[in-house]
């Protein structure tokens, strides 16, 4: 079993920066993709980045370079820096984990491939 922790989140002007963080328990993170999703009331979860468990990194093109995906393995940890905020990256945002993923295969963007989830961080922008 993984249980996933999300924090970091808050209130912050538009053109600003957070840093989420996803603290996981269980002794295999490391071999794990990590994946962050956000998601605002009555839409789908959207996909944000993904990274494998030797750093590789995938993002949605939306993102636009601003957001970036990295983890420590030793601390089992999983990080998402935002900067150039915009009011519309305002949802709640999730990590979640991918106990099955292999190197050989993309980075999992859908949220089905992932078997784990934190319950979210909120993340407001205002303009």
């Known amino acids: 079993q993984v249980q996933l922790v999300e924090s970091g989140g808050g209130l912050v002007q538009a053109g600003g920066s957070l840093r989420l963080s996803c603290a996981a328990s269980?002794?295999?993170?490391?071999?794990?993709?990590m994946g962050w999703f956000r998601q605002i009331p009555g839409k789908e979860r959207e996909f944000v980045a993904a990274?494998?468990?030797?750093?590789?990194?995938y993002y949605a093109d939306s993102m636009n370079g601003r957001f970036t995906i990295s983890r420590d393995n030793a601390k089992n940890t999983t990080y998402l820096q935002m900067n150039s905020l915009k009011p519309e990256d305002t949802a709640v945002y999730y990590c979640?984990?991918?106990?099955?993923?292999?190197?050989?295969?993309?980075?999992?963007?859908?949220?089905?491939?992932?078997?784990?989830w934190g319950q979210g961080t909120q993340v407001t922008v205002s303009s």
């Open positions: 979640a984990a991918d106990s099955d993923y292999h190197p050989a295969y993309a980075l999992p963007r859908r949220a089905r491939s992932y078997d784990y």
């Open positions: 269980g002794r295999t993170f490391s071999s794990y993709a």
């Open positions: 990274i494998s468990h030797s750093g590789s990194t």
